[in-house]
């Protein structure tokens, strides 16, 4: 069984920031690659920003320059440093994870709650 948990959601003004978190427990093996998508109301979910073991970094190019990705594989923790927020950035943000349970079991995306984030003035 994996878990992932999000934190630091809430309201903002544009022009702010925040700061999401995502934590992963349960039994892990090796985190292949960890990442954030959004779910804006009506819209599609949409990748945000992912990062792989190997440390390759990839962004929506509505973020880049904005936000910020880090994780570490050893703690199983994941951020999203989110700067100089737009309205448009109002959704609800998903970590997954991408692990392999055992050594020979094949990688599943692992996903968590959600957690709201509210850009307004």
């Known amino acids: 069984q994996v878990q992932l948990v999000e934190s630091g959601g809430g309201l903002v003004q544009p022009g702010g920031s925040l700061r999401l978190s995502c934590v992963a427990s349960?039994?892990?093996?090796?985190?292949?690659?960890m990442g954030w998508y959004r779910q804006a109301p009506g819209k599609e979910r949409e990748l945000v920003a992912t990062?792989?073991?190997?440390?390759?970094?990839n962004y929506a190019d509505s973020v880049k320059g904005r936000f910020t990705i880090s994780s570490d594989n050893a703690k199983k923790t994941l951020s999203l440093q989110m700067n100089s927020l737009k309205l448009e950035d109002t959704a609800v943000f998903y970590c997954?994870?991408?692990?392999?349970?055992?050594?020979?079991?094949?990688?599943?995306?692992?996903w968590g709650q959600g957690t709201q984030v509210t850009v307004s003035s």
């Open positions: 997954y994870a991408t692990i392999r349970t055992r050594m020979r079991s094949t990688p599943a995306d692992y």
């Open positions: 349960g039994t892990i093996f090796s985190i292949n690659a």
């Open positions: 990062v792989t073991s190997g440390g390759m970094i």
